[in-house]
């Protein structure tokens, strides 16, 4: 390589278009390294502080990028985004969805799943680092941080959904699992009121935030209500006249509605039901199903914006009961 600084311009803008030429001239490609700092320096015969400030001010244009500020390469004039959610649901499909529709065509989105296993996110996390100009995550767990993501440049990185441990200088749209839940809980109160138990089903096998449990719990507590929390809706599982269920997931959701049936039960009427998380169908089962959850959407657009305009965000979206006629 021969270069020799001009008289117009900084040695920092030229040393910069230089580089340029030099990545047109290889023919190098999206993720081909470029020779290192020192190299070049000693080559050029340029100071490594006027290479290093080259190689940012490229970096700002989008037109090279990095891993934790060394090992440079030829960035993609696609802006390639990971998004990795914990397990398919169809509001994580309407999170896809509002986030795929709010991106220009050049953003290209890798959607992956870790199926809350640790192994697999820590897999997954390790081998994208460095390949992404932006990384959409749910977290493994709600109340702790995952060391793998440590590796992960932090304005780069918005945390999704669960959120409940220290999220310092880390850019989030979570949903509160605790307060959230009591509060909407207290909203309806006048409506629990008529049911003489509430009934919490709380699956095990699922990742719901188990603290979500003292939440439902010291709201029972506070307001003399009868309550139970238990692991799953079965066969075995009878549900009884007059009780309220609150269920996480689709498959307690159904068996409670199929054992409604069978009794000749009218749900909002004989007993209760509130799900966890809007679906599609709630609307039109029965009279129409009650939910409680956040707006995927307006998740949806939050991430769009922080992926587009590269501005930190830090926000949990309220929680709020979609009523209907099942309570």
């Known amino acids: 390589m021969k270069f020799v600084f001009k008289a117009e311009g900084t040695k920092v803008q030229q040393l910069a278009d230089f580089i340029l030429e030099y990545i047109a001239l290889n023919n190098l490609k999206a993720g081909d390294a470029l020779p290192s700092i020192n190299k070049i ?38 802006h390639n985004i990971l998004l990795l959610l ?25 959607l992956l799943f870790h199926q809350y296993n640790k192994y697999l996110f820590d897999k997954l996390i390790n081998e994208s680092n460095g390949k992404y100009n932006k990384y959409l995550v749910m977290n493994y767990d709600n109340d702790k941080f995952s060391d793998s993501l440590l ?4 304005k780069k990185l918005l945390l999704l959904d669960f959120g409940n441990f220290e999220k310092d200088g880390y850019s989030y749209v979570c949903q509160d699992f605790e307060q959230g839940l009591y509060d909407n809980l207290l909203s309806i109160k006048n409506e629990l009121s008529k049911y003489n138990k509430l009934i919490f089903v709380l699956n095990r096998r699922h990742k719901h935030p188990p603290s979500s449990k003292l939440a439902f719990s010291q709201f029972c507590l506070d307001h003399n209500f009868d309550f139970e929390v238990v692991d799953e809706i079965s066969e075995k599982t009878d549900i009884l006249k007059n009780h309220f269920y609150l269920a996480i997931k689709n498959e307690d959701i159904v068996e409670i509605i199929k054992q409604g049936q069978s009794k000749m039960f009218q749900m909002g009427e004989d007993y209760g039901l509130l799900a966890y998380n809007e679906n599609p169908f709630y609307e039109i089962v029965g009279e129409g199903i009650s939910s409680i959850g956040i707006d995927w959407r307006k998740m949806g657009e939050i991430a769009a914006e922080f992926v587009i305009k590269d501005k930190d965000v830090q926000t949990y979206l309220p929680t709020k009961i979609t009523k209907r006629y099942s309570f």
């Open 41 to 78: 320096s000693k080559e050029l015969g340029v100071s490594r502080d006027t290479v290093f400030k080259s190689f940012l001010d490229l970096k700002t244009r989008g037109e090279i990028d990095s891993i934790h500020g060394k090992n440079y390469f030829v960035a993609s004039r696609t």
């Open 86 to 110: 914990d397990e398919y649901s169809p509001f994580k499909e309407v999170l896809y969805n509002t986030i795929a529709s709010k991106l220009p065509p050049t953003y290209k989105i890798d």
């Open 151 to 154: 590796k992960i440049d932090k």
